[in-house]
Antibody, heavy 121, light 108 residues
Framework: EVQLVQSGAEVKKPGESLKISCKGSGYSFTSYWIGWVRQMPGKGLEWMGIIYPGDSDTRYSPSFQGQVTISADKSISTAYLQWSSLKASDTAMYYC??????????????WGQGTMVTVSS | EIVLTQSPGTLSLSPGERATLSCRASQSVSSSYLAWYQQKPGQAPRLLIYGASSRATGIPDRFSGSGSGTDFTLTISRLEPEDFAVYYCQQYGSSVWTFGQGTKVEIK
């Protein structure tokens, strides 16, 4: 079964760092892009960026460039989203998702279960 | 960056009625790389339509997508109780992919 399994919920303080993960299984991890999507409480979906684990080619939304880092470790089929200094406004659900087709732009047909990040003093 | 504007913000309909949701892009979407997703509370989004008009695996045929260029439509021919949810469009035809702000389909 193709699936993406994300790491568990996090509660952090402003200024702390954080790295959340998304592990792919049931498919060739290096052959598909993996994207990250933010959903703030009660709000819509926001595309943050995407990485191709095969060669670590990464693209960011201008809204998130410089605010987060997307990476991947193909040896353990895991993608990451990290912050060096969290803000209260980073409080949100974060989803990873995989496009339908290999190595090209396509709709996201596989989604992780989401990781809730809460940043509060 | 392509901005997607969905309308209406909320659609109040009864089961059995037809729902028509709109997604307008600020510039032409390359190769009709436009998808529609459904999201229910507490769940991850689910892909309904890709390539503007192709249904994803397992999606009932009451869901249909149409359009090209800058104007796209998701139609639900007869609303079932499980169809009341929030729907998002997304374009993946440019280097920066974007989502619309969503349309909530609620029970009237």
């Amino acid at each position: 079964e193709v699936q993406l399994v994300q790491s568990g919920a996090e509660v952090k303080k402003p200024g702390e760092s954080l790295k959340i993960s998304c592990k792919g299984s049931g498919y060739s991890f290096t052959s598909y892009w993996i994207g990250w999507v933010r959903q703030m409480p009660g709000k819509g979906l926001e595309w943050m960026g995407i990485i191709y684990p095969g060669d670590s080619d990464t693209r960011y939304s201008p809204s998130f460039q410089g605010q987060v880092t997307i990476s991947a470790d193909k040896s353990i089929s895991t993608a990451y989203l990290q912050w060096s200094s969290l803000k209260a406004s980073d409080t949100a659900m974060y989803y990873c998702a995989r496009p339908m087709a290999t190595n090209r732009a396509d709709a996201f047909d596989i989604w992780g279960q989401g990781t809730m990040v809460t940043v509060s003093s | 960056e392509i901005v997607l504007t969905q309308s209406p913000g909320t659609l109040s309909l009864s089961p059995g009625e037809r729902a028509t949701l709109s997604c307008r892009a600020s510039q032409s979407v390359s190769s009709s790389y436009l998808a529609w997703y459904q999201q229910k509370p507490g769940q991850a989004p689910r892909l309904l339509i890709y390539g503007a008009s192709s249904r994803a695996t397992g999606i009932p045929d009451r869901f249909s997508g149409s359009g090209s260029g800058t104007d796209f439509t998701l139609t639900i021919s007869r609303l079932e109780p499980e169809d009341f949810a929030v729907y998002y469009c997304q374009q993946y035809g440019s280097s920066v992919w974007t989502f619309g702000q969503g349309t909530k389909v609620e029970i009237k």
